[in-house]
């Protein structure tokens, strides 16, 4: 059973995805022994897991796809857009008829491949809209909080990580950064000699990246939850019209809302795209009626999910988290 301390050091965890056992402990008012104990248990029973993650800015520009199936291929088509490792969400909504994902491709011709050559070739696709992300509202206070025992805001002051120097320059990603990456794509709480073994750095050197990254805004801690298990099964993805010179203040008003999983500005027929999670689908009307409607939003297409079989990087077993394939540790 999860309880009120279990869903405590989730959203603690979501304020800060690194935040050493003792401080959530101090904070919750609980033993180091008792975070630690629960948080392995929440993370071995697919709960929630941290992932580091690549800003969007930090990468080749994302995209979010909407492929109008033939129903019956549905899971065929999205299992198959599930094992490509460039697609990190992949969603089946519209009664069964409609695939969302996401993909962040390495490069142009990664892209190319899957927007202009193995989607468009697939029989079973009706058509496709694809969606260039021109700015996402990522991490901290953009973060779903939509918990039953939230924090207080002492509470989340006191969790919140010392805020990092502002670099001088511009910090470039690396090449040898990928290994880093991939493996905290995996569990963005992997300890410093965890993330030394894999990509053959030392410790320091480890910690100095991280934080130079994080620093730079190039890297991101999220925290990734199977919400069915905490209460909050109902998903949806919706589709917003925005004049444009109301385009910043609905997506950063939207992303603030403690429903909201994600928000970005896209290109195409629409230009903002949230996805919304709530207890059930009541809840969503009034989120609908009275956070989106108190707006200025021209128009609004909402499609709710049906199934998750991919999130974040990794494969979906019902509610439960499935953990990708691991980095090779460098030298293996």
């Known amino acids: 059973m999860i309880d009120a301390t279990d869903r405590q050091i989730v959203h603690a965890m979501q304020v800060d995805g690194r935040a050493p056992f003792s401080r959530v402990a101090g904070v919750l008012g609980v033993s180091e022994q008792t975070v630690a104990r629960r948080w392995r248990r929440l993370r071995a029973d697919g709960v929630v897991r941290v992932l580091g993650l690549a800003t969007p800015a930090a ?32 969603s089946i909504t519209a009664g069964g008829a409609e695939i969302t994902c996401s993909t962040r491709p390495r490069t142009p011709r990664q892209r190319d491949a899957l927007l202009l050559d193995r989607l468009p070739r697939t029989v079973q696709v009706i058509d496709l ?4 992300v021109l ?12 918990f039953e025992d939230p924090l207080t805001d002492d509470q989340l002051a006191a969790l919140r990580p010392a805020p990092a120097p502002t670099p001088t320059s511009p910090l470039a990603l690396d090449p040898e950064d990928e290994l880093l990456f991939a493996a905290l794509a995996t569990d963005g709480r992997l ?13 320091s050197r480890v910690a100095r990246r991280v934080e130079a990254l994080r620093a730079a805004g190039a890297l991101y801690f999220d925290l990734e939850i199977a919400n069915e298990l905490l209460g909050h099964p109902v998903s949806a993805m919706l589709w917003l019209g925005v004049a444009p010179a109301d385009i910043s203040h609905v997506g950063e008003s939207l992303a603030r809302q403690p429903e909201t999983g994600f928000t970005a500005v896209v290109t195409g027929p629409v230009n903002l795209m949230v996805a919304v999670i709530c207890r059930d689908t009541a809840h969503l009307y009034r989120f609908l009626t009275e956070q989106v409607g108190a707006l200025p939003v021209r128009t609004m297409e909402t499609s709710t999910v049906l199934r998750r079989v991919k999130q974040a990087g990794s494969r979906m077993d019902g509610p439960r988290l499935t953990d990708p394939e691991p980095p090779p540790a460098r030298g293996r």
């Open 59 to 90: 990468t080749e520009p994302s995209w979010h796809i909407r492929v109008r199936v033939q129903p019956a291929a549905a899971g065929a088509v999205a299992e198959a857009l599930a094992r490509r490792p460039e697609v990190s969400w992949v």
């Open 129 to 132: 809209t694809a969606f260039s």
């Open 191 to 203: 300890s410093y000699a965890e993330l030394a073994g894999v990509t053959g750095w030392s410790e």
């Open 135 to 146: 700015h996402a509202y990522v991490g901290g206070e953009y973060e779903w909080t939509g």
